[in-house]
């Protein structure tokens, strides 16, 4: 019996963007034919109102206007749409979850963080290099990160802490450039939070050391992986980001050097889109903490995150052994 192509569309609403993939699946392959992200920064200002502005909600209706016309024109079976840490958290997210589900004609979906990193750890394990070994991963947005433990395709061990790069940014580093204080009590905080989640994975029987490397989802190692690739010499770095390997140190080194200059020095002498610039110092921060706490050799970038893991559940039940970048 010849079998049909799942045709579909993925929308992620985080704290900092709103992602669209669009993708079809045929048998265990994804092919995705556009990515694109939305820089909305719905979680602006959060951390001190615990509510989404007016300003941010006005923006992200206007985005999914936008992408209501796009998913049609691709003539998508299906869309999910997934809220995370800005939509699950604010007081006031019926103010913009009532209107928004009404233009993309679809509920919206508010994970849980455990949920969110499930779904990241589904979409990890997409990749045939990480469903036979142990792995300890990271997933940065705008409000929280989620820590991941597993090995042979099953997730042991999964926290989501309130540590997002718009989030310390806001609260801890406030300025930039930072002071050093401001970054000595960020890194303070984040340490006492990871060195819980590091004790509680020791405990584990089936989970009593680390891997050597860490792998990070989210658009902080997305950037970090681009500005590693442009120093190598590759003028467009984007779609080669995948599977890029940073060393600690030179995390380290990274962090020194973001930490001197202000959001419009960053956009325009690192190429960093401005809508990341003012948070790139916040989340390098948080993964070069992680490292250093979990004792990792290096960081591995990976652009698998809660849209593939969101399609998985909800779009293709179909188990996903390879993914085709068309776009």
Same mark, same amino acid.
């Given at each position: ?89 604010? %007081?006031?997210? $019926?103010?913009?979850?009532? #209107? &928004?589900?009404? !233009?993309? +004609?679809?509920?919206?979906? @508010?994970? /849980? ?57 806001? %609260?801890?580093? $406030?300025?930039?450039?930072? #002071? &050093?204080?401001? !970054?000595? +009590?960020?890194?303070?905080? @984040?340490? /006492? ?135």
């Amino acid at each position: 019996m010849k079998r049909m192509k799942t045709r579909g569309a993925v929308l992620d609403l985080g704290s900092n963007t709103i992602k669209l993939m669009l993708a079809e699946q045929f048998n265990g392959n994804l092919h995705i034919h556009k990515e694109k992200r939305y820089p909305t920064r719905l979680a602006t200002r959060m951390n001190q109102t615990g509510r989404l502005s007016k300003r941010a909600i006005k923006e992200s209706l206007m985005v999914l206007r936008e992408i209501k016309k796009i998913t049609e024109s691709f003539d998508a079976f299906k869309l999910v749409a997934v809220g995370t840490s800005a939509t699950r958290s604010a %007081t006031n997210s $019926q103010d913009f979850l009532a #209107p &928004a589900q009404q !233009i993309i +004609r679809c509920p919206i979906r @508010i994970v /849980s963080g455990k949920l969110e990193g499930q779904l990241v750890y589904q979409a990890l394990m997409t990749h045939k290099k990480w469903r036979t070994k142990p792995i300890l991963a990271s997933d940065l947005g705008g409000g929280s990160i989620e820590i991941l433990a597993g090995e042979n395709e099953r997730l042991t061990f999964c926290r989501s802490l309130p540590l997002g790069a718009v989030r310390i940014q806001e %609260t801890l580093i $406030q300025k930039l450039p930072p #002071p &050093a204080p401001n !970054i000595k +009590r960020a890194q303070d905080l @984040i340490i /006492s939070k990871f060195l819980r989640i590091k004790k509680k994975l020791l405990e584990m029987s089936a989970y009593s050391t680390f891997p050597q490397e860490m792998i990070a989802s989210g658009g902080t190692s997305y950037a970090l992986a681009c500005m590693t690739l442009r120093e190598q010499g590759i003028k467009q770095p984007q779609h080669q980001t995948e599977g890029t390997r940073i060393s600690r140190s030179k995390i380290q080194q990274l962090l020194q050097t973001l930490s001197s200059y202000s959001a419009e020095q960053l956009a325009r002498k690192f190429h960093i889109p401005s809508d990341r610039a003012d948070i790139i110092t916040a989340g390098t921060l948080v993964l070069s903490t992680a490292l250093e706490t979990f004792e990792m050799k290096s960081l591995i970038c990976s652009n698998r995150g809660v849209r593939i893991g969101a399609w998985s559940n909800w779009i293709c039940s179909e188990p996903i052994k390879k993914v085709i970048h068309v776009c």
